[in-house]
């Protein structure tokens, strides 16, 4: 059974860096495709970055040059840079695997992933 865990968040201020890191059980991050995504309360989750089993990678445009997904199969860990963080950035982070086995050119959109790790919360002041 896949399993993830989220860490990492906190709360910066405008203009600074975190980095997110999620924790997978063993052979996960090698054998699917992992995307990142958040949520603000009472809204959608929105889809922010997402890596291939080949490392190709795919960025949602509010976050495109700012932010770096990235993963290491052996340590069985997905990676979010966070640079040039924004109030608006603000939001609970999750991971996820795609829901068939390492598809590719996948929509970054919650119905193509699944098995969501608890999240962790990224809060950024002005």
């Known amino acids: 059974q896949v399993q993830l865990r989220e860490s990492g968040g906190g709360s910066v201020q405008a203009g600074e860096s975190l980095r997110l890191s999620c924790a997978a059980s063993?052979?996960?991050?090698?054998?699917?495709?992992m995307a990142w995504f958040r949520q603000v309360r009472q809204k959608g989750r929105e889809g922010i970055a997402l890596?291939?089993?080949?490392?190709?990678?795919k960025y949602a445009d509010s976050v495109k040059g700012r932010f770096t997904i990235s993963k290491d199969n052996t340590a069985n860990t997905l990676y979010l840079q966070m640079n040039g963080l924004k109030p608006e950035d603000s939001a609970m982070y999750y991971c996820?695997?795609?829901?068939?086995?390492?598809?590719?050119?996948?929509?970054?959109?919650?119905?193509?992933?699944?098995?969501w790790g608890q999240g962790t919360q990224v809060t950024v002041s002005k």
């Open positions: 996820a695997t795609d829901r068939y086995g390492g598809a590719r050119n996948l929509v970054l959109h919650p119905t193509n992933f699944e098995n």
């Open positions: 890596i291939g089993t080949d490392g190709e990678t």
């Open positions: 063993p052979g996960t991050i090698g054998r699917y495709s």
